[in-house]
């Protein structure tokens, strides 16, 4: 075997004793000895090994197992007298008193599969990741790439994903895997701030009252509380993490109010306070030593198996957008953390990354999605048509906060008519379902493109310290907000819906978690309230961290039983294409991508109907196959992999579930209103429960790439094929009748209900 450590090497025939030995003195910092006498390691070939009086070392994520005296087999790689690749049990003398070392945290090994001869690099830092984190890297194939083991594996670099990173760090390695640069989040672009009550004249009740009354009675209610008791705390370690808010004269926090609140307690960094709270959390996440981030790796499937009822994740593919490589990653746990799906929509707030992902991994692999008809419009995105000098194409729509209403802001249609009190009488201080209907139909009434927000008639100074990122954005286009209105209209903004989970983070499948706008926690109901989106991450992140280290521990000798490759066959990469071939296919995906988006604007947009939501369903079924036929014609392959490609794909899978699940409310409550059912029913005041899909007649979009390890199994048993459903674009659909109680949430298991699902 071959060593490299620092700027020293060595070539030595090593027993797997004396493996043991040399990888225990690099974890420990121990000088290797020979005869008690310390010995340099150019000196390693003249005597045996040994170190203290350990018996053995063992590497969490780290990917190697060495017990002293034991000889592993491994004949898939036809290494003898070596070692196996597979990482086994946590460590931490904190655990279970275990005295373990996570040997990652000194050095890492590159395994490299390619010249089989046995060739095992130790290096001080891993050389496929930004950050001080150490793993091992098995290279896996001829066309590139890597595996890599880790402890905990986080998809998402927001306010969810890196709070939940650097507290897991304590317990193990940690791999942040982050579609484009890590600051490229949903997270960054939040104007607004984090609700919490931090006021002595506020109460929990009254943001638990709140929280419900947005939510049109449909939030989970345990789950409402449990965020409003536990915000305080979040908020306030935020703060000892560098996190730094505004702050009134006399030093108490300033706090704001926003539409559909009772008293004041956002907290915020003038109008980017999701900026700071993801400056202060990528500064500590980029210098925790146990955390690797992995910039520019696309997400494109979990790796599951399913044993009975039971599926798990054992961690997700990604495609490295920079060198066209697939890398794979193991982990005892996944954390999802993904975002939403704003860019289902021609125009949203959310960054380019916001494409649903998430939600369609976690579906194609048979998770539990809840609620998806409930798509929020934020109503006042930044209307470029009403600047006085037009922008450039925006890649998303400008966000002007909640705030600005809450600090006494004014909507006015282009009469210059005040039109809120006819709607509701909170006026602009109405939830956000409210306002965005409101606005949607003045500009229906009057044929316009744009109505007005007018916080003119506030003192300059105040305006300029409370919004200097909206008064600087508006005045590049010679719109002074201190002297003119603002043009504003509607824009797809947040997700209420997602992967359900339970009070912790769980999700229905074993070993994922989930936190953040990709998830369903019952927290948002209908609608969710101003500010409290940010507070949700916080709170999920921190619950999932005890059960993600359990599972961990739990999931030790895990991987000593998996066989990687042949569980999962690699996907390939869009290299085997001829250029001609691939850019026909990315001509097309870019045009069916934006009729996918008019379609869900001109048909599952803020008002509904059954004729639309039909027309809808019909048109995307018809693009889903047109374009996969058109990607096979031109020699796409089944387990082929693009970025563009796969974001179409994840784009059809979460528009589907948005479609579907609407079909299935036949009432109007919170964001989803339609003209059939204008109503409020309380009869129906139940989530929406959608399960997967049969693998029979599914689409390509639908599936993963790497089927389930055991397909057919159903994973709730009263799901069964309705032989009376009505097929659409060859899918076909389920009944179900299930429901995750809080009881069965904390247990894990399901229960059997009457609440209305669908099955998609």
């Known amino acids: 075997l071959n060593f490299r450590y620092n700027s020293s090497s060595f070539s030595h025939s090593l027993s797997s004793s004396e493996l043991f030995s040399v990888m225990t003195a690099l974890a420990y910092r121990e000088p290797l000895t020979r005869s008690n006498q310390s010995s340099p390691l150019s000196d390693l070939a003249s005597s045996p090994l040994t170190c203290g009086n350990r018996s053995f070392v063992s590497l969490s994520g780290a990917g190697v197992c060495m017990e002293s005296g034991r000889s592993l087999q491994d004949t898939r790689f036809g290494l003898k007298n070596s070692v196996r690749v597979a990482p086994v049990r946590v460590m931490r003398p904190t655990l279970a008193g275990r005295k373990f070392m996570t040997l990652h945290e000194r050095i890492g090994i590159d395994v490299d599969l390619n010249e089989i001869k046995g060739c095992f690099h130790v290096v001080a830092s891993s050389e496929n990741g930004s950050g001080n984190g150490h793993t091992v890297a098995l290279r896996s194939n001829s066309r590139g790439g890597f595996t890599k083991y880790f402890d905990f594996v986080v998809i998402g670099s927001g306010v969810a994903g890196l709070r939940y990173a650097l507290d897991v760090a304590n317990f193990g390695s940690v791999a942040i895997i982050t579609k484009a640069e890590p600051h490229e989040s949903s997270t960054n672009y939040a104007q607004g701030g984090v609700s919490a009550v931090l006021d002595p004249a506020d109460s929990i009740e009254n943001h638990i009252r709140d929280t419900i009354i947005a939510g049109a009675n449909l939030c989970d209610e345990e789950t409402v509380e449990v965020v409003c008791r536990e915000g305080p705390d979040r908020v306030k370690e935020l703060m000892a993490m560098g996190a730094l808010f505004d ?35 990528l500064t500590a996440a980029r210098s925790n030593p146990s955390i690797t981030m992995f910039e520019h790796h696309f997400a494109v499937d979990f790796l599951t ?16 957008t920079k060198t066209n490589e697939i890398n794979r990653f193991f982990a005892g746990v996944t954390m999802l953390a993904s975002g939403g799906a704003g860019h289902m929509y021609p125009s949203t707030t959310n960054p380019l990354v916001s494409t649903g992902d998430g939600v369609a991994m976690a579906h194609r692999a ?17 209307a470029d ?30 009469l210059m008519e005040r039109f809120m009190p006819f709607y509701d009488p909170r006026g602009e201080l109405a939830p956000r379902d409210v306002v965005a209907r409101s606005i949607d139909d003045q500009l229906k009434t009057h044929k316009a493109k744009y109505v007005y927000l007018d916080i003119s008639h506030k003192p300059q100074e105040e305006i300029l310290s409370h919004f200097p990122n909206i008064a600087a954005e508006c005045l590049k286009y010679d719109l002074d907000i201190t002297m003119h209105p603002i043009p504003v209209v509607p824009a797809a903004h947040y997700m209420c819906g ?17 936190a953040g706008e990709v998830t369903y926690t019952g927290l948002h109901g209908a609608n969710r309230l101003a500010s409290n989106s940010l ?41 085997l ?20 988006q008019q379609i869900m604007w001109d048909y599952v947009g803020i008002v509904r109907s059954t004729e639309r939501l039909r027309i809808a369903e019909k048109k995307l079924g018809d693009l889903e196959l047109e374009w996969e036929a058109h990607l096979f014609q031109k020699g796409w392959q089944p387990n082929m992999v693009h970025a563009t490609v796969c974001e179409l794909r994840n784009l059809i899978c979460v528009a589907d579930l948005v479609i579907s699940s609407a079909f299935a409310r036949q009432e109007s409550r919170g964001l989803h209103y339609t003209i059939d059912y204008p109503e409020l029913v309380e009869s129906k005041r139940l989530p929406t429960v959608l399960f997967p899909r049969s693998p029979v007649n599914s689409t390509w979009s639908s599936q993963l790439l790497h089927r389930l390890s055991l397909e057919g199994t159903s994973l709730v048993n009263n799901i069964e094929e309705d032989p009376s459903a009505n097929k659409k674009a060859g899918r076909t659909k389920l009944v179900a009748r299930a429901y995750t109680s809080q009881a069965c949430r904390d247990s894990g298991q399901l229960e059997t209900g009457d609440l209305p699902t669908v099955s998609v």
């Open 247 to 281: 702050h009134r004269k006399d030093g108490q926090l300033h706090l704001a109010r926003e539409g559909g609140h009772s008293h004041h307690r956002i907290v915020h960094a003038a109008d980017m306070t999701g900026r700071e709270v993801e400056r202060a959390l």
């Open 535 to 575: 507070l949700e991450a916080l709170v999920f992140a921190q619950r999932a961290v005890e059960p993600s280290v359990a599972r961990v521990q739990h999931n030790t000798d895990l991987f000593l039983h998996i066989d990687g490759a042949g569980e999962w066959p690699c996907p390939v990469t869009s290299s």
């Open 385 to 414: 048509e009403g600047l006085p000098k037009r922008p450039e194409a925006r890649e998303n729509a400008f966000l002007i906060t909640e705030a600005v209403r809450g600090a006494g802001g004014i909507l006015y249609n282009q």
């Open 498 to 514: 997602g992967v359900q989970t339970g009070l912790q983070g769980e999700t229905s499948i074993v070993n994922l978690f989930a």
């Open 366 to 382: 048979h998770a539990i999605v809840s609620n998806m008809e409930f798509v929020q419009f934020h109503p006042t995105s930044l």
């Open 305 to 320: 198996r399913q044993e009975g009822a039971i599926v798990s994740c054992h961690g997700v593919d990604t495609l490295d």
């Open 577 to 596: 294409l001829e250029e001609q071939q691939l850019n026909d296919i990315l001509m097309l995906t870019a045009s069916k991508r934006r009729e996918l």
